[in-house]
């Protein structure tokens, strides 16, 4: 059974950073597209960031130059950086994984204040 569990969402203050991290299990991780998405109230869910298993990374263009993704296939994490946070980055971040199906956490809460 695959899982993804996110961890390190809150409540932070616009100009502030937070690291996102995203635990697998039951999926070779080392093999798979993993990324991070995020979606906030009344809108679809986005691609903020994602990363290959060859550590090739994709930003969306609103996070780049603020987000960082990176993985660790040893210890089957993948990570989000996001510094200089905005109010407009508030959503709900989800953690993706992609290897033959696609795989889901169940979401962090991510609210900057103004």
């Known amino acids: 059974q695959v899982q993804l569990v996110e961890s390190g969402g809150g409540l932070v203050q616009a100009g502030g950073s937070l690291r996102l991290s995203c635990a697998a299990s039951g999926i070779i991780f080392r093999f798979s597209v993993s990324g991070w998405y995020r979606q906030a109230p009344g809108k679809q869910r986005e691609l903020v960031a994602q990363?290959?298993?060859?550590?090739?990374?994709n930003y969306a263009d609103s996070v780049k130059g603020r987000a960082t993704i990176s993985r660790d296939n040893d210890k089957n994490t993948v990570h989000l950086q996001m510094n200089s946070l905005k109010p407009e980055d508030t959503a709900v971040y989800y953690c993706n994984a992609h290897l033959s199906a696609n795989y889901w956490g169940q979401g962090t809460q991510v609210t900057v204040s103004s």
């Open positions: 990363i290959s298993a060859g550590g090739s990374t």
